[in-house]
């Protein structure tokens, strides 16, 4: 499998700004397929996914940052999965999916996500992060470079339709990870703008 890229599209939920004083409370990550460098080969990102819930790491939370995700903070603190076992978890399932290619995380938009994701796995578990220090893949860059378009220009609402993924945007973490595969995967395939 040398060469090949797997990408994983993920997605967070949390009750802050920034990890560390705030929480990350869930993520999903979904598989969109895996990149030899001339042949993107897509599968159903709703056919491997992980997805958890977390403890909180402070007290301190935004509640408008919570509101967006219908989270309860109370019953995470009580049922969610310890930070540590959710990432050491979370990273043995990016091995096993990317099966011996090199794995690259892809989001919409990137900072955001990857933000979280990496700082929770440099923190939490035990090989750090299993797409480095930078492997990763913003798709909305990706749609800019594609489209000849400027980075303000760039959101979903001003893609043409084709492009746009089918499923819901749901602001849960699993849901969404697997609506942005989606639209990863079409942009994979999208010859660019003419």
Same mark, same amino acid.
Request: cysteine-free.
């Given at each position: 499998? !040398?060469?090949?890229?797997?990408?994983?599209?993920?997605?967070?939920?949390?009750?802050?700004?920034i990890p560390g004083p705030y929480s990350m409370l869930s993520f999903g990550m979904a598989a969109c397929g895996v990149f030899?460098?001339?042949?993107?080969?897509? #599968?159903?990102?709703?056919?491997?996914?992980?997805?958890?819930?977390?403890?909180?790491?402070?007290?301190?939370?935004?509640?408008?940052?919570?509101?967006?995700?219908?989270?309860?903070?109370?019953?995470?603190? #009580?049922?969610?999965?310890?930070?540590?076992?959710?990432? #050491?978890?979370?990273?043995?399932?990016?091995?096993?999916?990317?099966?011996?290619?090199?794995?690259?995380?892809?989001?919409?938009?990137?900072?955001?996500?990857?933000?979280?994701?990496?700082?929770?796995?440099?923190?939490?578990?035990?090989?750090?992060?299993?797409?480095?220090?930078?492997?990763?893949?913003?798709?909305?860059?990706?749609? !800019?470079?594609?489209?000849?378009?400027?980075?303000?220009?760039?959101?979903?609402?001003?893609?043409?339709?084709?492009?746009?993924?089918?499923?819901?945007?749901?602001? #849960?973490?699993?849901?969404?990870?697997?609506?942005? !595969?989606?639209?990863?995967?079409?942009?994979?395939?999208?010859?660019?703008?003419?």
């Open positions: 499998m !040398a060469g090949r890229e797997t990408y994983v599209s993920v997605d967070v939920e949390a009750d802050g700004p030899d460098g001339v042949e993107f080969t897509a #599968n159903d990102p709703a056919e491997r996914t992980f997805y958890t819930e977390l403890k909180p790491i402070s007290d301190t939370f935004d509640p408008d940052a919570l509101a967006v995700s219908g989270l309860d903070r109370d019953r995470l603190t #009580n049922e969610g999965v310890d930070p540590a076992e959710a990432m #050491n978890a979370a990273s043995a399932w990016v091995s096993e999916i990317a099966a011996g290619a090199t794995p690259v995380l892809v989001a919409y938009p990137l900072a955001y996500d990857w933000m979280w994701l990496y700082w929770y796995f440099v923190r939490f578990a035990d090989a750090g992060s299993p797409f480095g220090h930078s492997r990763h893949l913003d798709i909305k860059t990706l749609y !800019a470079a594609k489209a000849g378009a400027r980075i303000a220009r760039s959101t979903k609402s001003q893609m043409p339709a084709e492009l746009l993924p089918q499923r819901p945007h749901t602001h #849960n973490a699993l849901d969404d990870a697997v609506e942005q !595969a989606e639209l990863f995967q079409n942009l994979m395939t999208w010859p660019g703008k003419d």
